[in-house]
């Protein structure tokens, strides 16, 4: 099966080793990964902050680059769920839209991919300690993406996982919420904090890595022994030999 990587920007500019670990984890279950290089930002910035014919520029640059992929997959519920929006930036023209659509269909969050296209529940990966997940806002409440990565880290050997309190809130990132609205978000993720610190859990586990990166920043500033991982690191441990 022929897959192509949209590594997205918080995992090229800043957390590299999300995108070897989607890679290794994708490889590791039989795929073929291939990474167009004409990618660039998924336009999301520009559309919630209302600059539609911005982002209609970046999404027209995504479809091209995605055009011949089989399947597109991304270590982010946050921009999937972008391409999920193309096609109504689109509706006026036929040829475009359609494109949009046809791209929309095919792209999937990792784990979304993994359980629901692979059929895979287990990848055998083997992690010991205590986790608490955050589930973020836009994997869950928009992309529809809720049992999968549960169950994919119900399955990692040594891994106790713990509820988070107060999962379902919000970790105040939401992209340019956070710079537009800073005070209100440091507020929501200073909460998050202590709800994960709350569980006494060895590791923060997550799909998106805005959230991961808002919230590991705090967990750093209340001085938190919690470490964050993105659920590809996780689910590629086996293979990693450590957590990297």
């Known amino acids: 099966?022929?897959?192509?990587?949209?590594?997205?920007?918080?995992?090229?500019?800043?957390?590299?080793?999300?995108?070897?670990?989607?890679?290794?984890?994708?490889?590791?279950?039989?795929?073929?990964?291939?990474?167009?290089?004409?990618?660039?930002?998924?336009?999301?910035?520009?559309?919630?902050?209302g600059y539609f014919e911005d982002a209609r520029q970046s999404a027209k640059q995504m479809i091209k680059a995605f055009k011949d992929s089989e399947y597109v997959v991304a270590p982010s519920g946050s921009?999937?769920?972008?391409?999920?929006?193309?096609?109504?930036?689109?509706?006026?023209?036929?040829?475009?839209?359609?494109?949009?659509?046809?791209?929309?269909?095919?792209?999937?969050?990792l784990t979304q991919f993994i359980v629901n296209v692979l059929g895979v529940h287990d990848v055998g990966a083997t992690l010991e300690g205590k986790a608490t997940v955050h589930p973020?806002?836009?994997?869950t409440r928009v992309l529809g993406v809720v049992n999968e990565p549960q169950e994919l880290l119900s399955n990692v050997q040594g891994l106790e996982l713990v509820e988070l309190p107060k999962y379902y809130n919000c970790c105040g990132f939401g992209g340019t919420f956070a710079?537009?609205?800073?005070?209100?978000?440091?507020?929501?993720?200073?909460?998050?904090?202590?709800?994960?610190?709350?569980?006494?859990?060895?590791y923060l586990i997550g799909a998106d890595a805005s959230c991961l990166m808002n919230i590991e920043g705090r967990l750093k500033?209340?001085?938190?022994?919690?470490?964050?991982?993105?659920?590809?690191?996780?689910?590629?441990?086996?293979?990693?030999?450590?957590?990297?």
């Open 221 to 244: 500033r209340i001085n938190s022994k919690v470490k964050v991982l993105h659920i590809a690191e996780v689910l590629n441990h086996q293979l990693a030999g450590a957590v990297r």
């Open 179 to 202: 710079v537009k609205m800073s005070d209100v978000s440091s507020e929501m993720v200073d909460e998050k904090a202590h709800c994960v610190e709350e569980t006494g859990a060895d």
């Open 136 to 139: 973020s806002c836009h994997i």
């Open 79 to 109: 921009c999937i769920t972008m391409f999920k929006h193309y096609p109504s930036l689109f509706e006026d023209d036929p040829v475009i839209h359609q494109a949009a659509i046809n791209l929309a269909d095919k792209s999937y969050e």
């Open 1 to 49: 099966m022929k897959v192509s990587l949209f590594s997205t920007c918080l995992v090229e500019a800043f957390h590299t080793r999300i995108g070897i670990a989607t890679v290794e984890l994708l490889e590791r279950l039989g795929c073929e990964v291939d990474y167009p290089a004409a990618q660039i930002c998924c336009g999301q910035p520009a559309y919630n902050s």
